[in-house]
């Protein structure tokens, strides 16, 4: 018997793979991502027709969570690469294809947004056989279904073409037979206030139990929550559930194994199914900057000091990742980072290190954070990736330089303000110059004076969401944090 296959749907920012997963879990998840971006991995199952399954892996598509990508990629029997039509190949799309075809890993393609006018498929195909993605049709054997993730066009025919391409999988693999080893991958671990340490798991073989030991360790899991949020007591091979009973992080991408009694190291074959399987996510991965920290700081000025606090390994990570890829180019340090909320210890390391305290969907209660301005510590918290790097890098450059480069793209005025039932403000706006942008900064002078700076979240133009509005259109615009602007305010769109 064949047993549930796991597909990583996978492509570049913003071409609908959440909104994808969305049509078919009818959970709206797209709706309350930060910034409309998955920020980290995603995975449950699906049901389809005659009772038949899939789990779905749903990985992030900004270019600085490349790990989970790569994580995602490994731990999947097939890869849905979604294309949106009116973008085509992009940066994510091609780094997509790299891991797809370094790793030989079955793929389909999703041809995403064909509901939108003028849609040319035709030229994504072009450019999909040009790096390597050889479609049926142009010469390879690579399906291909062009689909509304957003209508729901033709997903049924997808979801029939992922079970007919694992049906006619002959690997070894794709069957499901009873295994005397009880194995999971980790794609996440993270810290939750009330149950600790937890793993959100895909189970590789076997089953996992609650009450099953983690092996070499007196660790026991202590319940299973599987992708509705409902307990059970039992988890078998391809379920994506969360573990509990944990009392430290693992490693992301790290295969775990479990027995229903206590088994330590002892030499033997345990040994050696204990140790990581991919030495490249070594918790050594929490001083990659060690060596960098022995150099000397630049003549311009000092190093941004930063410590890091996020809400689970797979976050921490591709944060550090991203920072590590930019390092040459700017004087940034990591202090330390670590999982959970900022306590009153950062605050203390950040007063005597020098340091920024940067937290990433983690909070801070009341208390630390007035301990923290009374002793004049920044704490920059953010829920979007792409807000964060940008502050850093802008903070980082203010430091070694003195000053922070900017550049105005945009400017547009007031006509309309809107307040949405969930108690946010829309500026609707006609662009004067040049363009706004989803994601830039947003700041906002009246009669003659600067009254607000914050971010662009949401650029909507008649109902629909769009990444940029040019010059001599109107939009309305979503602030971040949120604010109420007056007609007759100039919103300036300003590029750090």
Same mark, same amino acid.
């Given at each position: 018997?064949?047993?549930?296959?796991?597909?990583?749907?996978?492509?570049?920012?913003?071409?609908?793979?959440?909104?994808? %997963?969305?049509?078919?879990?009818?959970?709206?998840?797209?709706?309350?991502?930060?910034?409309?971006?998955?920020?980290?991995?995603?995975?449950?199952?699906?049901?389809?027709?005659?009772?038949?399954?899939?789990?779905?892996?749903?990985?992030?598509?900004?270019?600085?969570?490349?790990?989970?990508?790569?994580?995602? =990629?490994?731990?999947?029997?097939?890869?849905?690469?979604?294309?949106?039509?009116?973008?085509?190949?992009?940066?994510?799309?091609?780094?997509?294809?790299?891991?797809?075809?370094?790793?030989?890993?079955?793929?389909?393609?999703?041809?995403?947004?064909?509901?939108?006018?003028?849609?040319? =498929?035709? !030229?994504?195909?072009?450019?999909?056989?040009?790096?390597?993605? %050889?479609?049926?049709?142009?010469? +390879?054997?690579?399906?291909?279904?062009?689909?509304?993730? !957003?209508? +729901?066009?033709?997903?049924?025919?997808?979801?029939?073409?992922?079970?007919?391409?694992?049906?006619?999988?002959?690997?070894?693999?794709?069957?499901?037979?009873?295994?005397?080893?009880?194995?999971?991958?980790?794609?996440?671990?993270?810290?939750?206030?009330?149950?600790?340490?937890?793993? %959100?798991?895909?189970?590789?073989?076997?089953?996992?139990?609650?009450?099953?030991?983690?092996?070499?360790?007196?660790?026991?899991?202590?319940?299973?929550?599987?992708?509705?949020?409902?307990?059970?007591?039992?988890?078998?091979? =391809?379920?994506?559930?969360?573990?509990?009973?944990?009392?430290?992080?693992? =490693?992301?991408?790290?295969?775990?194994?479990?027995?229903?009694?206590?088994?330590?190291?002892?030499?033997?074959?345990?040994?050696?199914?204990?140790?990581?399987?991919?030495?490249?996510?070594?918790?050594?991965?929490?001083?990659?900057?060690?060596?960098?920290?022995?150099?000397?700081?630049?003549?311009?000025?000092?190093?941004?000091?930063?410590?890091?606090?996020?809400?689970?390994?797979?976050?921490?990570?591709?944060?550090?990742?991203?920072?590590?890829?930019?390092?040459?180019? %700017?004087?940034?340090?990591?202090?330390?980072?670590?999982?959970?909320?900022?306590?009153?210890?950062?605050?203390?390391?950040?007063?005597?290190?020098?340091?920024?305290?940067?937290?990433?969907?983690?909070?801070?209660?009341?208390?630390?954070?007035?301990?923290?301005?009374?002793?004049?510590?920044?704490?920059?918290?953010?829920?979007?990736?792409?807000?964060?790097?940008?502050?850093?890098?802008?903070?980082?450059?203010?430091?070694?330089?003195?000053?922070?480069?900017?550049?105005?793209?945009?400017?547009?005025?007031?006509?309309?303000?809107?307040?949405?039932?969930?108690?946010?403000?829309?500026?609707?706006?006609?662009?004067?110059?040049?363009?706004?942008?989803?994601?830039?900064?947003?700041?906002?002078?009246?009669?003659?004076?600067?009254?607000?700076?914050?971010?662009?979240?949401?650029?909507?133009?008649?109902?629909?969401?769009?990444?940029?509005?040019?010059? +001599?259109?109107?939009?309305?615009?979503?602030?971040?944090?949120?604010?109420?602007?007056?007609?007759?305010?100039?919103?300036?769109?300003?590029?750090?």
């Amino acid at each position: 018997m064949k047993r549930t296959p796991v597909v990583a749907i996978m492509g570049h920012v913003d071409h609908g793979k959440t909104t994808l %997963l969305d049509y078919l879990m009818n959970s709206r998840i797209a709706e309350k991502e930060s910034g409309g971006i998955t920020q980290s991995v995603r995975s449950f199952m699906y049901t389809a027709k005659e009772d038949r399954s899939i789990t779905f892996i749903d990985t992030p598509g900004h270019e600085a969570f490349f790990k989970i990508r790569e994580r995602g =990629s490994k731990v999947a029997d097939i890869v849905v690469l979604v294309v949106a039509v009116d973008d085509g190949v992009k940066p994510q799309t091609k780094e997509v294809i790299n891991l797809i075809l370094s790793q030989n890993i079955p793929t389909i393609v999703a041809i995403n947004k064909i509901d939108l006018p003028n849609a040319n =498929s035709d !030229k994504v195909k072009r450019e999909l056989v040009a790096n390597g993605i %050889l479609l049926e049709g142009f010469g +390879g054997n690579v399906p291909f279904c062009e689909i509304s993730a !957003k209508n +729901g066009t033709n997903i049924e025919n997808l979801i029939d073409t992922i079970l007919l391409y694992w049906d006619m999988s002959e690997d070894e693999t794709t069957h499901e037979e009873k295994s005397d080893v009880n194995s999971a991958i980790v794609l996440e671990s993270f810290l939750n206030k009330k149950e600790g340490h937890q793993y %959100l798991v895909i189970v590789k073989s076997g089953e996992i139990k609650t009450g099953d030991y983690l092996i070499n360790t007196t660790l026991k899991v202590r319940s299973i929550i599987d992708d509705r949020g409902k307990r059970i007591t039992r988890a078998t091979v =391809s379920m994506p559930v969360i573990l509990s009973g944990m009392n430290e992080s693992k =490693s992301c991408g790290e295969t775990i194994y479990f027995s229903n009694t206590i088994v330590k190291n002892t030499g033997n074959k345990d040994e050696n199914i204990v140790k990581k399987d991919d030495k490249s996510f070594s918790n050594d991965r929490f001083n990659i900057f060690d060596a960098l920290n022995t150099e000397k700081e630049k003549k311009a000025g000092r190093n941004l000091l930063v410590i890091l606090k996020t809400d689970s390994n797979g976050s921490n990570e591709a944060i550090i990742e991203y920072i590590k890829s930019v390092k040459q180019d %700017l004087p940034i340090d990591i202090f330390y980072s670590r999982n959970g909320d900022i306590n009153e210890s950062d605050v203390t390391s950040a007063e005597a290190s020098g340091a920024i305290i940067v937290g990433f969907n983690v909070s801070i209660e009341d208390r630390i954070d007035k301990y923290a301005k009374s002793k004049k510590i920044v704490v920059m918290i953010y829920k979007v990736i792409y807000e964060l790097i940008d502050d850093l890098i802008s903070a980082a450059q203010a430091m070694s330089t003195g000053e922070i480069q900017e550049t105005k793209i945009g400017s547009s005025k007031v006509l309309q303000v809107f307040t949405l039932s969930n108690g946010m403000f829309v500026a609707g706006c006609r662009v004067m110059e040049g363009k706004l942008q989803k994601g830039l900064i947003a700041r906002i002078t009246r009669r003659g004076s600067v009254c607000y700076e914050g971010r662009i979240i949401s650029i909507k133009h008649l109902k629909e969401e769009i990444k940029e509005s040019l010059k +001599g259109s109107e939009c309305g615009l979503t602030l971040s944090p949120n604010y109420e602007s007056q007609t007759g305010d100039t919103i300036d769109c300003i590029k750090k």
